[in-house]
């Protein structure tokens, strides 16, 4: 009886094992590639109609891209020119726009968007390569000056922009 029960219990631990080397708790599939690069974003807001300019952003959004694919996968960073993957692009909108208004006709709400053009290069499946523009916002009340919500707003937009760009080029599902 304890050799049946054993057997089982080794059946299906083997099983489950067995079962989750194709997942991952991330959802992202590098394929073969084992390298990514991810080029500096330039900042081109201020060619939109209606964008500004803001200083350090390129910066940030390339280091918060780069850590979202480390933190999310076993590719390793390297920025000699021969990733498998490469990550490019540029920062082309940061603008800030009334949402709602009060009955006086002032707005009471604010949201800020940022709109990041990405190209996606993977040298090991080619098809899998995309040019896509990525957006996201944050809504801050109207009252506060955008310096006072900046850093919270930066993090929210970055966090879902880069976890959309990483599901573009390595969630297959």
């Not at 300019?53 to 280091?63: A, K, S, V």
């Not at 979202?68 to 996968?73: L, V």
């Not at 995309?130 to 009340?141: E, G, V, W």
């Not at 900046?150 to 080029?169: G, V």
């Amino acid at each position: 009886m304890k050799q049946v029960k054993y057997s089982i219990i080794v059946f299906v631990v083997a099983i489950l094992t067995n079962g989750c080397g194709i997942y991952n708790f991330t959802g992202g599939n590098p394929g073969t590639a084992e390298t990514f690069q991810v080029n500096y974003f330039q900042n081109y807001a201020s060619q939109s109609p209606g964008s500004t300019f803001e200083p350090g952003m390129d910066r940030d959004f390339t280091l918060a891209l780069q850590d979202r694919i480390q933190n999310q996968s076993s590719l390793t960073l390297v920025n000699n020119g021969t990733a498998d993957l490469l990550y490019e692009g540029e920062i082309v909108e940061y603008r800030i726009s009334p949402m709602t208004a009060t009955a006086a006709q002032n707005a009471a709400q604010n949201r800020l968007t940022i709109g990041v053009k990405v190209r996606f290069y993977n040298n090991t499946k080619e098809d899998a390569d995309f040019d896509q523009r990525f957006s996201f916002f944050f809504d801050y009340p109207a009252a506060q000056q955008l310096a006072a919500v900046k850093t919270e707003a930066h993090d929210i937009i970055f966090e879902r922009i880069t976890q959309d760009i990483f599901n573009a080029s390595l969630a297959d599902w």
